[in-house]
């Protein structure tokens, strides 16, 4: 091999090793912002990062896990979401506690229930400004900035899943902006999943030792909660409706 | 000419009406500062009485079209004279419904995010495309009926009123028809239900303004012959209502998943089974009816009477129907008893605050005023009963 020969090779060598330090990063972003971990657990998005359809977050709730009495989702929830945590007929509960006993067997159980982030969300539909979306991963969210507060979602909603804010707000935190006037509803904690975290919820369940929420992606067959999906017989509410939750049950 | 004791009593409308527009308006304003904490309403209840007149005024100003597409498309000659008014009294209705639908809103200045943010998914955005088209439709069709040189515009624009204030009605009963989850509503029956509501209200409503602006002119309402055919036709459109009614809770009570709603709302939910039973059906319709048919009483006043029986019992209907609907609870776990701290499987109380109450009423008075401004501004008023004042002494 003559000299000027080497030298091109070794050139074409150092361009190729440059241009690969300079495009692996954006490959490996892309691929954060696709890829979904064996645990289900979600990745942070860098900023300006779209969301990606290829996710489907949902929530697994074991009643059989829950325990009657116990609130730590819903006092988790209050304290993230900065909600006051009173429970008048005019408060928001992004999440609340149902004590069920059936009719005929008295088989008591106890469940939290909260926006169950349909795929075909009632509340979408009827919005006459668009200010109630779905995200491409599934999240159902209220924009702020163009709900004119109607409170027609809340007359579509089959979950009584949405409050209306009914009077000034204190004590917002900075991560959830809350507004009189507008309605609200469970984010799925959406600032924290954006950044590779969990729902508040899902934290609380763990942390008091009951793990009866499990959060993932349900489109990632390797996640624990598609895998506890696939296993054992989940209940969608008012499944008749067809609306596709995001929210599945366990036990009931 | 006008009389100076006409002249006068117009003032004194006027100005009564403005009076309860002014308090309506403050009452709006001490709800948007304060926020709905000061109203009745609440998570389980999210419409409540600005809600029931906001819909009675807009059904109803669907069907005070009645009048003139009478005239117009089914080319009745002697309604045709009252075109007019029947027209004034659509705008008018409307414009007082819709005021009280953007006043009741959570943010009512972002007015122009709904003018310019469309989800066509949504009936309530086609709704708004429906409410300012009939204002557009009828200001053509006042422009067609009252210019001479334009008469002959009268029939198409009239028949293009006639379908859009179908398709309207169409559209805000499908608000509630199209309510997949909710037991009170998700029925297709409910949109032809309004339709038939419309043609009873809305009739009713000319009626009482027709009788009111003639007295206030010193004339006669109408000649008695079609005064006798007003008078069929409402009670006519009162049964077929009723009709719908019985139909939309028949259907129901033969699904085992709705007799508790039915039930409820028949039978057992204070107040609402009052307020169907002896509110609409008998006070807001039976009674009428009588009023109506009975061959003693075929006199004006009798039908004034009846005409202000239907309205009542109109809001009676829309109360049970818009907050009897909500109060009822969600049915999330059929087959289990429920409870929560919100609300969930328990029958929640609603009590309208006065707020609600003057800004309903506001409603009324902003309707009142713009028929009444628009009655004197405009040559609104029948010519036949102009003729027919003529020989009545002058006051």
Known sequence: MNPVDKRRREFFGQAAAIAGAMIAPGLMLYEYAEAVGPDGASRPRAPGEPVSGKVRWGMLIDTTKCAPGCRECVDACNRENGLPGTTRATDSQWIRKVDLKDLKTGKAVSLPVLCQHCAEPPCVDVCPTGASFKREDGIVLVDRHTCIGCRYCMMACPYKARSFVHEATTGQSPDVPRGKGCVESCTLCVHKVDKGGTPSCVEACAAAGHQAIVFGDLNDPSSEISKRVRAATTTQLRADLRTDNGVRYQGL | ?395
């Not at chain 2, 000061?38 to 209840?45: A, E, S």
């Not at chain 2, 499987?345 to 713009?370: C, M, Q, T, W």
């Open chain 2, 1 to 395: 000419m006008e009389t100076k004791s006409a002249r006068r009593a117009f003032w004194l409308l006027l100005a009564a009406g403005g009076a309860v527009l002014a308090v309506a308006l403050g009452a709006a304003h001490y709800m948007e500062v304060h926020g709905h904490a000061v109203t009745g309403m609440n998570n389980q209840v999210v419409w409540g009485l600005p809600h029931v007149f906001a819909i009675f005024l807009i059904v109803a100003a669907s069907g005070a079209l009645n009048v003139a597409s009478i005239g117009s498309v089914f080319g009745e000659s002697d309604y045709k004279p009252h075109a007019p008014l029947s027209v004034l009294l659509t705008v008018a209705l409307l414009a007082g419904g819709l005021m009280v639908l953007v006043l009741d809103l959570g943010r009512p200045e972002r007015l122009v995010v709904a003018a310019t943010h469309y989800n066509f998914r949504s009936i309530f955005a086609w709704n708004m495309i429906l409410y300012n088209g009939l204002f557009a439709i009828c200001a053509l069709y006042l422009w067609a009926l009252l210019e001479r040189r334009l008469g002959r515009f009268a029939r198409p624009v009239g028949l293009a009123a006639f379908a859009w204030r179908i398709i309207l009605t169409t559209g805000t009963g499908s608000i509630f028809g199209f309510l997949v989850a909710r037991q009170a509503y998700a029925s297709g029956v409910i949109a032809p239900l309004f339709i038939a509501l419309s043609l009873a209200w809305g009739l009713a409503v000319f009626h009482l303004a027709q009788c009111g602006l003639a007295r206030l002119a010193g004339r006669e309402p109408m000649d008695a012959e079609l005064h006798a055919r007003v008078r069929r036709l409402l009670a006519i459109f009162v049964i077929a209502a009723l009709y719908f009614v019985a139909v939309h809770h028949l259907t129901n009570l033969y699904w085992a998943k709705q007799v508790a709603f039915e039930r409820f709302i028949l039978v057992s939910g204070a107040p609402y089974p009052a307020l169907f039973w002896a509110g609409y059906v008998v006070l807001g319709s039976l009674v009428p009816l009588v009023l109506l048919f009975h061959p003693g009483l075929a006199s004006a006043r009798a039908t004034a009477a009846a005409s202000v029986l239907v309205a009542l019992g109109a809001l009676a209907f829309l109360y049970v129907f818009i907050v009897g609907g909500q109060a009822f609870p969600l049915e999330i776990f059929p087959g289990y008893e429920v409870a929560s701290t919100f609300g969930d499987g328990r029958a929640d109380g609603y009590s309208p605050s006065l707020p609600e109450l003057l800004l309903g009423l506001g409603g009324l008075a902003a309707s009142f005023l713009i028929a009444l401004a628009g009655a004197r501004a405009l040559p609104i008023l029948a010519p036949a009963e102009v003729a027919m004042a003529a020989p009545a002494p002058a006051k």
